[in-house]
Nanobody, 119 residues
Framework: QVQVVESGGGSAQTGGSLRLSCKVSGSIFRLNEMAWYRQAPGKQRELVAGTTSGGSTNYADSVKDRFTISRDNAENTVYLQMNSLKPEDTAVYYC?????????????WGQGTQVTVSS
C-alpha cells in the first residue's frame, strides 16, 4: 500500500514564504515524476510545478521565479519552496507521484494541504 503524506501548509502574509513537503512510502519500486498541483475554490486543479527523476523541472507561469521544486529520490520526497507569496496562491496543494511501467501510468495523490495567503 502506498501512502502520500504532505506537510507544511498553513497561513502566510503577502510576500511571505512557506515550504511544503511530501513523502511517498510503501510498496513502490521507483517513482518517475513528482509534482505539486493546487486547487482554489471554484477553480480546476492546476499543475504548479513538476520534477522528473532525472532532475528536470517545470513550473506554471504564475509561480516561476517564486517557487522552487526539489526532490530527494532516495527518500521519495518532494519539496515546494514558496517565496513572495500572493493572495492568489491561496489554494489546497496536492502532491502527485507517478510510476510508469510498460503500457501503464500509476498516479498517487496526497490528501492535500491548505495554503492561505492574506493581504
Amino acid at each position: 500500500q502506498v501512502q502520500v503524506v504532505e506537510s507544511g501548509g498553513g497561513s502566510a502574509q503577502t510576500g511571505g514564504s512557506l515550504r511544503l513537503s511530501c513523502k511517498v512510502s510503501g510498496s513502490i519500486f521507483r517513482l518517475n515524476e513528482m509534482a505539486w498541483y493546487r486547487q482554489a475554490p471554484g477553480k480546476q486543479r492546476e499543475l504548479v510545478a513538476g520534477t522528473t527523476s532525472g532532475g528536470s523541472t517545470n513550473y506554471a507561469d504564475s509561480v516561476k521565479d517564486r517557487f522552487t521544486i526539489s526532490r530527494d529520490n532516495a527518500e521519495n520526497t518532494v519539496y515546494l519552496q514558496m517565496n513572495s507569496l500572493k493572495p492568489e496562491d491561496t489554494a489546497v496543494y496536492y502532491c502527485n507521484a507517478v510510476r510508469k511501467i510498460p503500457g501503464r501510468r500509476i498516479d498517487y495523490w496526497g490528501q492535500g494541504t491548505q495554503v492561505t495567503v492574506s493581504s
